[in-house]
């Protein structure tokens, strides 16, 4: 059956540091693959998507790449402010429509 | 995008009780979802609401538990019955995007406590 894997947190930076995300996935086809972040108190907001192997899916500068061959969807952002504090979960597109959540991976941006 | 809200935004039970919480989209979605997120924890499906028919709940949810309807494209409600603590989660609703037809967009979610 389908899953999602994503590195355990909490995951604490300082302000301006890099940060990844792994996501790993098992699937049957190819699905979409999504980031979603949760800010404290908060639903869930899409972060980025890609459809297809070798998609890059960007936003607020996170970026994501579709890895066919590892079957991966690590995210990654360049320089994090603490403003990037909240839950990020990964999640696959499954057969009609549904999502498949990785576990989710809170990280925490001190100044 | 579409928008969407959820009333109430949270809501404090007695064991026993039952809540309905209320999906609203501002736009017209293919499919409506609802979510369980336990503390602490991911988001589990708990089934998809079919317009005008029986929701399709998936293993380990019943309808008798969490009763769903859909009546119109845009109106979705979830009830949560004869509550006990055990449900205490935030519950979200989902709609999958007619235009962009693999995404799905969130409510701000219901946070239940049942005492």
């Known amino acids: 059956g389908n899953s999602v894997t994503q590195m355990e947190g909490p995951v604490t930076l300082s302000e301006e540091a890099f940060l990844t995300i792994n996501c790993t996935y098992t699937?049957?086809?190819?699905?979409?693959l999504f980031w979603y972040v949760q800010y404290p108190g908060e639903g869930l907001q899409l972060l980025l998507k890609a459809t297809k192997a070798d998609d890059k899916g960007s936003n607020k500068g996170f970026e994501a790449t579709y890895r066919k061959e590892t079957t991966s969807f690590h995210l990654e952002k360049g320089s994090v402010q603490v403003s990037d504090s909240a839950v990020y979960f990964c999640?696959?597109?499954?057969?009609?429509?549904?999502?498949?959540f990785g576990a989710g991976t809170q990280v925490v941006v001190t100044p | 995008s579409a928008v969407i809200s959820q009333k109430p935004s949270r809501d404090i039970c007695q064991r026993g009780t039952s809540l309905t919480i209320q999906c609203q989209v501002d736009?017209?979605?293919?499919?409506m979802f609802w979510y369980r997120q336990q503390p602490g924890q991911s988001l589990t499906l708990i089934a998809t609401a079919n317009q005008g028919s029986e929701a399709t709940y998936e293993s380990g949810f019943v309808i008798d538990k969490f009763p769903i309807s859909r009546p119109n494209l845009t109106f979705s409600t979830l009830t949560v019955s004869n509550m006990s603590p055990e449900d205490s989660s935030i519950y979200l609703c989902s709609g999958r995007s007619l235009s962009s037809t693999d995404t799905q967009y969130f409510g701000p979610g219901t946070r239940l406590t049942v005492l």
């Open positions: 999640a696959l597109g499954t057969s009609w429509g549904k999502l498949q």
């Open positions: 699937a049957t086809g190819y699905p979409s």
């Open positions: 736009s017209q979605v293919t499919m």
